[in-house]
């Protein structure tokens, strides 16, 4: 069955530094895939989206790479701050419309 | 959160009540979505619109429906709510019919006891 994997547990991280997140899937060809922000009790907020012909995205100080041999897309955030604190979500599209989402990672940037 | 409400924003109910849940948008993209979040899981479809009076059926749609009236409006019931629809309900919207770049409400808080 189709498959999108999120690191569960919660990636702590030092203001300044550069957060890493991963996003991993399996039974699945997408056409392009999405990365959203959520803070708690609101909704997701789209930040970038990437194309499965395209390698790399960037956006301020968000880079996101994308490896359909790896099957993976990361999400850079470099010189973090406490305000990047929220959970990351990835979403894989497909040709045919359908849309999967992963269930996230939380992300920590302590001071 | 680009001019998607959501209401009731918070609801307590009993099982076997029906719920309806609405969503409302002054962008006037054609594409609406309803979607559930539960933890440790990534956001599931329940149905979608891509037009006026046009519904279809996502991954979870089993125990609701939807009607779309007005380009506007996009309305969530839940015919006989369960403990097992106690979640959270976002509502988003989209110009794309392939998904892409979608906005979310601020989302309903449900609990079916």
């Known amino acids: 069955s189709q498959k999108i994997e999120q690191n569960s547990e919660a990636l702590n991280i030092q203001e300044g530094k550069t957060a890493t997140l991963t996003c991993n899937y399996t039974n699945y060809s997408p056409a392009y895939l999405q990365w959203y922000r959520q803070d708690p009790g609101r909704g997701p907020v789209f930040l970038l989206l990437i194309r499965e012909n395209e390698k790399e995205k960037r956006k301020e100080r968000l880079k996101v790479t994308f490896d359909t041999t790896l099957k993976q897309s990361l999400f850079h955030i470099t010189a973090s701050q406490p305000a990047d604190s929220a959970t990351y979500l990835c979403a894989l599209g497909r040709s045919n419309y359908q849309l999967i989402w992963g269930a996230g990672t939380k992300l920590i940037i302590k001071p | ?113």
């Open chain 2, 1 to 113: 959160d680009a001019g998607i409400t959501q209401s009731p924003r918070h609801k307590v109910t009993e099982t076997g009540t029906p719920v309806t849940l609405r969503c409302h948008q002054t962008e006037n993209h054609r594409y609406m979505y309803w979607y559930r979040q539960d933890p440790g899981h990534g956001l599931r479809l329940i149905h979608y619109s891509y037009g006026v009076k046009d519904t279809d059926k996502g991954e979870v749609s089993d125990g609701y429906s939807v009607s779309r009236s007005k380009t506007e409006d996009f309305l969530l019931t839940l015919e006989s709510a369960t403990s097992s629809q106690t979640s959270v309900y976002f509502c988003a919207i989209s110009e794309s019919e392939a998904q892409e770049t979608q906005y979310f409400g601020p989302g309903t808080r449900l609990l079916v006891l």
